[in-house]
Structures are given as structure tokens and as C-alpha cells.
């Protein structure tokens, strides 16, 4: 059963700093993009932060400059380092993953559960 776990949220005072992690598990063969997404309250889903198998980035405008996405292949895991933390950030945070998957090599795209933040002013 291939998971993705995230970790690392909480309560934050504005201007704080939060470092969220995604541990994919399960049979994985391979990881391709894996990405941050949040979702408030009456609010849509939306993307925060993508990376690819190869590094390159991508941020919403909101986070940027503010936000670092980053992975270690070798755990397979993915980080999302927020610094500058404003109410406005407040969601659940959501990882997702692209990967190869299964002894078929399926490739699927999974979500995590989820994990709060929240910014306080």
C-alpha cells in the first residue's frame, strides 16, 4: 500500500517558520513530481509548490520568496520550508506525488492526508 505521510505542521505567530515533510511508502520504483497543495477553509485546493525528479521549481505567486520546496530522493521524502508565515497561510497543507508504482510500475498520482497550519496574527 504505498502512503504519503505529512508531518511538521502546527501553530505558528505570524513572521514564524514551519518546516512540512511528505515520507512516500509503500512499492515505490520511482518518484516523479511531487508537489504542496492547501486547501482553506471554503476555499479551492491550490497548488503552493511543485519540484520535479530533477529539482527544477515552482511556487505560487503568494509563497514566493517566502516558501522552499525541496526533496531527498534518497528518503523519499519532500519538504516544504515556510518561512514568513502569514495568516493567510493558514490551510491544511496536502502532499502529492506522481510515482511508478507496484511490480506493473503503474504511474499514479497519490495525496496525502493532510497536515494544519495554522497562523496566528
Known amino acids: 500500500q504505498v502512503q504519503l505521510v505529512e508531518s511538521g505542521g502546527g501553530l505558528v505567530q505570524a513572521g514564524g517558520s514551519l518546516r512540512l515533510s511528505c515520507a512516500a511508502s509503500?512499492?515505490?520504483?520511482?518518484?516523479?513530481?511531487m508537489s504542496w497543495h492547501r486547501q482553506a477553509p471554503g476555499k479551492e485546493r491550490e497548488l503552493v509548490a511543485a519540484?520535479?525528479?530533477?529539482?527544477?521549481?515552482k511556487y505560487a505567486d503568494s509563497v514566493k520568496g517566502r516558501f522552499t520546496i525541496s526533496r531527498d530522493n534518497a528518503k523519499n521524502t519532500v519538504y516544504l520550508q515556510m518561512n514568513s508565515l502569514e495568516p493567510e497561510d493558514t490551510a491544511v497543507y496536502y502532499c502529492?506525488?506522481?510515482?511508478?508504482?507496484?511490480?506493473?510500475?503503474?504511474?499514479?498520482?497519490?495525496w496525502g492526508q493532510g497536515t494544519q497550519v495554522t497562523v496566528s496574527s
Open positions: 502529492n506525488a506522481d510515482l511508478i508504482v507496484g511490480e506493473l510500475q503503474r504511474y499514479r498520482n497519490y
Open positions: 509503500g512499492s515505490i520504483f520511482s518518484i516523479n513530481a
Open positions: 519540484i520535479t525528479s530533477g529539482g527544477s521549481t
